[in-house]
Protein backbone atom coordinates (compact mmCIF):
# COMPACT_ATOMS: atom_id res chain seq x y z
CA UNK A 1 0.00 0.00 0.00
CA UNK A 2 2.63 2.60 0.91
CA UNK A 3 4.42 1.79 -2.46
CA UNK A 4 1.23 2.67 -4.17
CA UNK A 5 0.42 5.45 -2.37
CA UNK A 6 4.47 6.85 -3.17
CA UNK A 7 4.31 5.37 -7.01
CA UNK A 8 1.21 7.78 -7.23
CA UNK A 9 2.83 11.16 -5.49
CA UNK A 10 4.96 10.80 -7.59
CA UNK A 11 3.32 10.67 -11.01
CA UNK A 12 1.03 13.57 -9.58
CA UNK A 13 4.16 15.07 -8.88
CA UNK A 14 5.91 14.32 -12.14
CA UNK A 15 2.57 15.69 -14.21
CA UNK A 16 3.06 18.81 -12.12
CA UNK A 17 5.99 19.85 -14.45
CA UNK A 18 3.02 19.19 -17.96
CA UNK A 19 0.88 22.28 -16.74
CA UNK A 20 2.65 25.55 -16.56
CA UNK A 21 2.11 27.87 -13.76
CA UNK A 22 1.46 31.14 -13.26
CA UNK A 23 5.05 33.75 -12.40
CA UNK A 24 5.80 32.63 -8.88
CA UNK A 25 9.05 35.04 -7.31
CA UNK A 26 11.13 33.24 -4.88
CA UNK A 27 12.13 35.61 -1.89
CA UNK A 28 14.44 38.32 -2.94
CA UNK A 29 16.78 39.85 -0.03
CA UNK A 30 16.42 43.33 0.74
CA UNK A 31 18.92 46.20 1.94
CA UNK A 32 20.52 44.23 4.99
CA UNK A 33 20.67 41.40 3.61
CA UNK A 34 17.43 40.08 5.07
CA UNK A 35 15.11 38.04 3.10
CA UNK A 36 11.85 40.05 1.60
CA UNK A 37 8.68 37.99 2.04
CA UNK A 38 6.24 37.20 -0.48
CA UNK A 39 3.94 40.09 -1.29
CA UNK A 40 -0.19 39.64 -1.10
CA UNK A 41 -0.80 39.47 -4.66
CA UNK A 42 2.37 36.48 -5.27
CA UNK A 43 0.72 34.48 -2.61
CA UNK A 44 -2.36 34.76 -4.08
CA UNK A 45 -1.30 33.93 -7.45
CA UNK A 46 0.22 30.88 -6.07
CA UNK A 47 -3.25 29.97 -3.96
CA UNK A 48 -5.00 30.83 -7.64
CA UNK A 49 -2.03 28.88 -9.39
CA UNK A 50 -2.43 25.49 -6.92
CA UNK A 51 -6.03 25.56 -7.38
CA UNK A 52 -6.28 25.75 -10.80
CA UNK A 53 -3.55 22.91 -11.21
CA UNK A 54 -6.34 20.96 -8.94
CA UNK A 55 -9.04 21.90 -10.57
CA UNK A 56 -7.88 20.52 -14.37
CA UNK A 57 -5.60 17.55 -13.06
CA UNK A 58 -9.27 16.23 -11.61
CA UNK A 59 -11.33 16.54 -14.50
CA UNK A 60 -13.06 13.29 -14.61
CA UNK A 61 -12.86 13.34 -18.71
CA UNK A 62 -9.29 14.19 -18.77
CA UNK A 63 -7.17 11.35 -20.11
CA UNK A 64 -3.62 10.71 -21.25
CA UNK A 65 -4.90 11.61 -24.73
CA UNK A 66 -5.45 15.20 -23.32
CA UNK A 67 -2.78 18.19 -22.73
CA UNK A 68 -3.89 20.90 -20.85
CA UNK A 69 -1.68 23.68 -19.76
CA UNK A 70 -2.44 27.05 -17.83
CA UNK A 71 -0.85 30.40 -17.51
CA UNK A 72 -1.87 32.16 -14.59
CA UNK A 73 -1.53 36.27 -14.50
CA UNK A 74 -2.66 37.85 -11.04
CA UNK A 75 -6.45 37.60 -11.90
CA UNK A 76 -6.81 36.45 -15.46
CA UNK A 77 -5.96 32.63 -15.80
CA UNK A 78 -5.51 31.26 -19.82
CA UNK A 79 -6.39 27.95 -20.76
CA UNK A 80 -4.01 26.15 -23.83
CA UNK A 81 -3.26 23.09 -24.71
CA UNK A 82 -5.34 20.44 -26.72
CA UNK A 83 -8.35 18.24 -25.80
CA UNK A 84 -10.44 15.26 -27.94
CA UNK A 85 -13.73 16.51 -26.94
CA UNK A 86 -15.44 19.76 -26.19
CA UNK A 87 -17.26 19.08 -23.25
CA UNK A 88 -13.50 18.42 -21.41
CA UNK A 89 -12.75 22.38 -22.63
CA UNK A 90 -16.01 23.47 -21.61
CA UNK A 91 -15.78 22.05 -18.04
CA UNK A 92 -12.34 23.17 -17.50
CA UNK A 93 -13.45 27.05 -18.35
CA UNK A 94 -16.32 26.51 -15.80
CA UNK A 95 -14.12 24.76 -13.03
CA UNK A 96 -11.21 27.67 -13.34
CA UNK A 97 -13.94 30.22 -13.52
CA UNK A 98 -15.36 29.34 -10.26
CA UNK A 99 -11.79 29.79 -8.20
CA UNK A 100 -12.15 32.26 -5.64
CA UNK A 101 -9.97 35.49 -6.90
CA UNK A 102 -10.22 34.55 -10.93
CA UNK A 103 -11.78 37.49 -12.51
CA UNK A 104 -11.38 36.30 -16.48
CA UNK A 105 -10.81 33.01 -18.00
CA UNK A 106 -9.14 33.40 -21.77
CA UNK A 107 -10.22 29.63 -22.93
CA UNK A 108 -7.55 29.22 -25.56
CA UNK A 109 -8.29 25.07 -25.62
CA UNK A 110 -7.42 23.38 -29.14
CA UNK A 111 -10.67 20.77 -30.15
CA UNK A 112 -8.79 17.74 -31.93
CA UNK A 113 -10.52 16.90 -35.13
CA UNK A 114 -12.48 13.58 -34.83
CA UNK A 115 -10.73 10.84 -37.10
CA UNK A 116 -10.38 7.05 -36.59
CA UNK A 117 -7.21 6.75 -38.08
CA UNK A 118 -6.09 9.38 -35.15
CA UNK A 119 -8.23 7.32 -32.14
CA UNK A 120 -6.09 4.27 -33.55
CA UNK A 121 -2.57 6.24 -33.54
CA UNK A 122 -3.34 7.30 -29.45
CA UNK A 123 -4.08 3.37 -28.70
CA UNK A 124 -0.96 2.13 -30.71
CA UNK A 125 1.53 4.96 -29.58
CA UNK A 126 0.50 4.23 -25.75
CA UNK A 127 0.86 0.82 -26.08
CA UNK A 128 4.39 1.15 -27.60
CA UNK A 129 5.38 3.15 -24.68
CA UNK A 130 3.69 1.75 -22.17
CA UNK A 131 3.99 -2.33 -22.72
CA UNK A 132 7.84 -1.44 -22.91
CA UNK A 133 9.92 -2.40 -20.09
CA UNK A 134 11.81 0.61 -19.51
CA UNK A 135 8.44 3.12 -19.56
CA UNK A 136 6.06 1.00 -18.11
CA UNK A 137 6.22 3.24 -14.94
CA UNK A 138 4.87 5.64 -16.80
CA UNK A 139 1.56 4.11 -17.13
CA UNK A 140 0.91 4.32 -13.25
CA UNK A 141 -1.11 6.38 -11.45
CA UNK A 142 -4.60 7.81 -12.77
CA UNK A 143 -3.44 10.30 -14.74
CA UNK A 144 0.31 8.92 -15.47
CA UNK A 145 2.63 11.73 -16.84
CA UNK A 146 3.20 11.25 -20.08
CA UNK A 147 0.75 12.83 -22.50
CA UNK A 148 -0.07 11.52 -26.33
CA UNK A 149 -1.60 14.36 -28.59
CA UNK A 150 -2.03 12.95 -32.06
CA UNK A 151 -3.36 15.13 -34.64
CA UNK A 152 -4.24 14.43 -38.46
CA UNK A 153 -1.22 11.27 -37.79
CA UNK A 154 1.16 13.82 -36.02
CA UNK A 155 1.86 12.56 -32.47
CA UNK A 156 2.77 15.27 -29.50
CA UNK A 157 4.49 13.52 -26.55
CA UNK A 158 3.70 15.84 -23.21
CA UNK A 159 4.99 15.43 -20.02
CA UNK A 160 7.66 14.38 -17.15
CA UNK A 161 10.01 11.98 -17.26
CA UNK A 162 13.26 10.19 -15.31
CA UNK A 163 16.39 10.60 -17.75
CA UNK A 164 17.13 11.11 -21.23
CA UNK A 165 17.08 7.88 -22.02
CA UNK A 166 13.97 7.26 -20.87
CA UNK A 167 12.51 10.65 -23.68
CA UNK A 168 14.57 9.19 -26.32
CA UNK A 169 13.11 6.12 -25.61
CA UNK A 170 9.54 7.43 -25.85
CA UNK A 171 10.54 9.19 -29.03
CA UNK A 172 11.65 5.91 -30.52
CA UNK A 173 8.70 3.91 -29.01
CA UNK A 174 6.22 6.38 -31.22
CA UNK A 175 8.12 6.45 -34.16
CA UNK A 176 7.69 2.71 -34.60
CA UNK A 177 3.76 2.75 -34.78
CA UNK A 178 2.90 2.15 -38.40
CA UNK A 179 1.04 5.61 -40.14
CA UNK A 180 2.57 8.39 -37.53
CA UNK A 181 3.86 11.01 -39.70
CA UNK A 182 5.97 12.90 -37.43
CA UNK A 183 6.75 13.06 -33.33
CA UNK A 184 7.29 16.14 -31.89
CA UNK A 185 8.81 15.54 -28.11
CA UNK A 186 8.22 17.77 -25.95
CA UNK A 187 8.63 15.55 -22.71
CA UNK A 188 10.77 17.43 -20.71
CA UNK A 189 13.35 15.81 -18.35
CA UNK A 190 12.71 15.71 -14.61
CA UNK A 191 15.59 17.31 -12.49
CA UNK A 192 16.73 16.03 -9.15
Same mark, same amino acid.
Given at each position: ?72 ? /? *? ?6 ? =??? +???? &????? $? ?19 ? /? *? ?6 ? =??? +???? &????? $? ?31 ? +? ?22
Amino acid at each position: MMKRTLVCALAGAMWLGVFGTGVAQEPTANSNGGMQSTTGSQRMQDRVSREVFHELVTLPQLTIFDNLQYKVD /G *NKVTLMGQ =VRD +AILK &DSAEK $RVKSIEGVESVNNQIEILPAS /G *NDDRIRRE =VAR +ALFN &DERLF $RYSMGSLPPIHIIVKNGHVTLQGVVNSEADKNE +ANIRANSVPGVFSVDNNLQVQKS
